[in-house]
C-alpha cells in the first residue's frame, strides 16, 4: 500500500518543539517507506468560492492523508472536504481545544471528571456584569477552587483560587471570556498521569509531580516517571479518546479520592518528545501504524 502523506504545524508559534514533533512523525513514517511533507499551516490557505474549494499552495499534489498536529479546525476541516483523510479530525481538534466541549461530552459518556460549572456566555465585557451571579456556584464547589478558561495550553488559564474575594476578583478579569469553575482535586496536588492514546490501546504513561505549583505540567517546571496504567486508567483514557473522537491523544488524569481515576484534560495533538524521554517509547511509530492500519481497513469498504 504506497501512502503520500502531509505533517501540518503551526507556522505563527515560536520554538522549534512544534516543527520538532512533525518531524519525529516523518521519520516513524520514513521507517515504513510512507513518504511525507511537512507544511506549515500558513502555507496552505483555504481558499472558498462559489465553484470550488481549494488550497493556496504551489503542491498541487493532494495526499492520501493528513497528521495535523495544529489547532487550525478550519484548514483541518477544509482538508476533509477535499476528502483527505484528517488525523485527528477537525472536529475532535475543536472538541479537544474546548475545554469545556470536552467536559459536556466526558459528562454525557458518564466519565469520571471533576465538578464544573460552566460561566454564561458574554459576548463583551458588560457593565451590568455582577460576580456576585457565581456565589451560588463557588458554595456548590467550595475552596479552594479552580477557575478555569475553555482555551488554554501547557497549564497556562488555569488558576487556583482559595476565598471568595480572590474567586470574584479573577471572576471579573475574565468576563467576556468563556471559562469555568471547577472543584479541586486536592488529592492529586502537584501531580498527575499522562497516558499516550493510539486508537483502542495505551502504549505509554508517565506520572508528572511538581514540587512548588498545583499544576503537574512539565513546561510548569514538573518532572516526569515512567509508570504502569492500572486497568481501570487505561479504560478510561481510551474512552475518554473516543468521546472527542480523536484518533490518538495525551490524555491527563487526576488522582481522585482513594486514587481513582479523574479526567483533568485532553490534548488531540500531544507532544511526544517527553514521553520518550521518560519511557523510551517513540509514540510516533505507533501513530504510523495506526494510520496505515485504518486507512487499509477503509479502502476495503
Known amino acids: 500500500m504506497n501512502l503520500y502523506g502531509w505533517i501540518i504545524y503551526n507556522g505563527y508559534l ?22 511525507t511533507d511537512i507544511y506549515k499551516n500558513n502555507k496552505l490557505l483555504p481558499f472558498l468560492s462559489t465553484d470550488k474549494l481549494d488550497l493556496v499552495t504551489k503542491n ?3 495526499p492520501d492523508f493528513v497528521m495535523f498536529t495544529d489547532k487550525d479546525i478550519y484548514l483541518a476541516k477544509q482538508l476533509e472536504l477535499l476528502g483527505i483523510r484528517v488525523f485527528n479530525s477537525g472536529a475532535s481538534i475543536e472538541k479537544s481545544d474546548d475545554k469545556i466541549a470536552t467536559y459536556q461530552a466526558l459528562a454525557y459518556q458518564h466519565l469520571p471528571i471533576p465538578k464544573t460549572i460552566v460561566a454564561p456566555m458574554a459576548y463583551v ?16 464547589l467550595d475552596f479552594p477552587m479552580i477557575i478555569k478558561e475553555a482555551f488554554g495550553s501547557f497549564g497556562e488559564q488555569v488558576y487556583l483560587v482559595h476565598s471568595m474575594e480572590e474567586a470574584f476578583e479573577k471572576i471579573s478579569k475574565l468576563h467576556g471570556t468563556p471559562f469555568m469553575l471547577q472543584e479541586f482535586i486536592s488529592t492529586s496536588h502537584g501531580k498527575d498521569i499522562r497516558l499516550q492514546v493510539v486508537g483502542d490501546e495505551v502504549v505509554a504513561a508517565m506520572t508528572r509531580h511538581a514540587s512548588n505549583d498545583f499544576r503537574a505540567n512539565v513546561t510548569a517546571g514538573g518532572t516526569m516517571n515512567k509508570y504502569k496504567p492500572t486497568p481501570e486508567e487505561i479504560n478510561i483514557a481510551v474512552a475518554a479518546t473516543k468521546a472527542i ?12 479520592a482513594n486514587n481513582k481515576p479523574v479526567i483533568c484534560e485532553i490534548n488531540s495533538n500531544a507532544h511526544i518528545r517527553n514521553m520518550f524521554d521518560c519511557t523510551g517509547i517513540n509514540a510516533a511509530e505507533f501513530m504510523i501504524d495506526y494510520i496505515v492500519d485504518t486507512l487499509r481497513i477503509e479502502d476495503t469498504k
Open 60 to 62: 498541487k499534489d493532494l
Open 245 to 256: 473522537d480523536a484518533d490518538f491523544a495525551g490524555v491527563d488524569l487526576l488522582f481522585g
Open 14 to 35: 515560536p520554538g522549534n518543539k512544534f516543527l520538532d514533533f512533525a518531524e519525529w512523525l516523518q521519520d516513524a513514517a520514513l521507517k515504513q517507506n510512507i513518504q
Open 125 to 140: 465585557r458588560s457593565e451590568s456584569f455582577n460576580p456576585e451571579d457565581f456565589r451560588e456556584s463557588i458554595s456548590i
